[in-house]
Nanobody, 124 residues
């Protein structure tokens, strides 16, 4: 396995939307829960959202619930994060990673490292 590759970030005004994508190589992508995490300057990396192997279960942090939607396409080894009603406090570098099935907010060491992430900047 190699680290995931995130894309889709950018600069957007408050109230706007972005869709992030994460491609993870390997033939066993559908075996993993996948999650999105973010890290703002000077802060710890935090959990944002996770999705089960088939996509039938999703999990969100309280700060994004109702605004963000996680989804996946196992045929493309890709997980998405649709972000609506963005706020300045959503500004961060966003990363994806495999997560534990029993603790979807916690990563599991499937990939050798984090990807490079994608920068999301929300202006007020």
């Amino acid at each position: 396995q190699v680290q995931p590759v995130e894309s889709g970030g950018g600069l957007v005004q408050a109230g706007g939307s972005l869709r992030l994508s994460c491609v993870a190589s390997g033939r066993t992508f559908s075996s993993y829960y996948m999650g999105w995490f973010r890290q703002a300057p000077g802060k710890e990396r935090e959990f944002v959202a996770a999705i089960s192997r088939s996509g039938d279960s999703t999990y969100y942090s309280d700060s994004v619930k109702g605004r963000f939607t996680i989804s996946r396409d196992n045929s493309k080894n890709t997980v998405y994060l649709q972000m609506n009603s963005l706020k300045p406090e959503d500004t961060a570098v966003y990363y994806c990673h495999a997560t534990r099935w029993d603790q979807p907010a916690v990563i599991t060491q499937v990939f050798p490292s984090w990807g490079q992430g994608t920068q999301v900047t929300v202006s007020s």
